[in-house]
């Protein structure tokens, strides 16, 4: 898994503040917005949502006016904007109400049950219902099984184990699913962090490229997506190319060559000082070197991998060296 061409153009004009360029971008594609597709719930909110702290000046909305030109007829666009109309409020008080049920279920020493107060009956599958059900529901049946993830990971005391979900393995709501993501991190961001979003996503079948692609959409959570990622590759041993290992890797690498050089290095230094000789090792491997191998700048000789080693090894508190 890497990261495309567009993805990191996007990311860094998103990141930059650059909302001109990243139509510009999307303009010149004329592929329907799919390169482009983790951006469109980043644009759609600055397009159609008003608040009260929002910018009401002449440049704030000739952007609202840009963005509308660019992505009106997106397909993908309609779903997006039905999906923000709820009621906040309301939606809040049942996720309080269901944490605290998840909390109840976990202390009495169960799993995460199906009794919830954000969907009351399911009368058929959880794919089928998602697939037929309008936007409100739709969101309800999401942060339900978001939250029951999210406890069963919790409950899981940092050990590593793949999750099988009927709905966020389907390939048919890929994105539907990532744009809800970034909804709920967004909306309702009090009730559900990216450490726990990204603790799901790492274990689940295309988790991993579900949390590059929210990542890229959502820079100012970049970082801590990353500090997430780089913490679970950590625990996972590399023995026999495990399938923890190749999710919460290959996840790094993506993120990694996602961004600037700076973020290779300082999650190089992160390494280090964590002391993951795995990760360290990872790092040095021609797989990451891929990631960079069309920026010139950051060819990276055997002067840089030299530098590297010595510093490890100079640590005097780090199993890196080990």
Known sequence: MTSSPE???GFNLLRDGNVDGLLAELGSLGDGGQALRPFLPYLVRVAWLRTPE???SGDAIDTQCSILAAIADLEAV???VTSLAFDREALKQDIEKEKLLRAKQTSSGGAPGQESVLVQSLERPLEVEFEQAHSTRKLRLFMCELLRLVTLVQGCNGEWFP?????????LFFHDIVDLLHLALTELHSLVSCEEVAGVLLR??????MLVQLAAGMPHFYQSFLDTVVECTFRCSPAEQSQAWRACSHAMLALCGMDSPQAMLRTRQLCVEAGGPACCMLLLTDELAKHYQDMGDLRLSSGVWLDFITSILLQEKSSAKD
């Open 7 to 9: 993805l990191k153009r």
């Open 54 to 56: 929002s910018d009401s």
């Open 78 to 80: 309609n779903s997006i």
């Open 163 to 171: 999750i099988s979900n009927a709905l966020f393995d389907s390939a």
């Open 204 to 209: 689940l079948e295309h988790g991993s490229e």
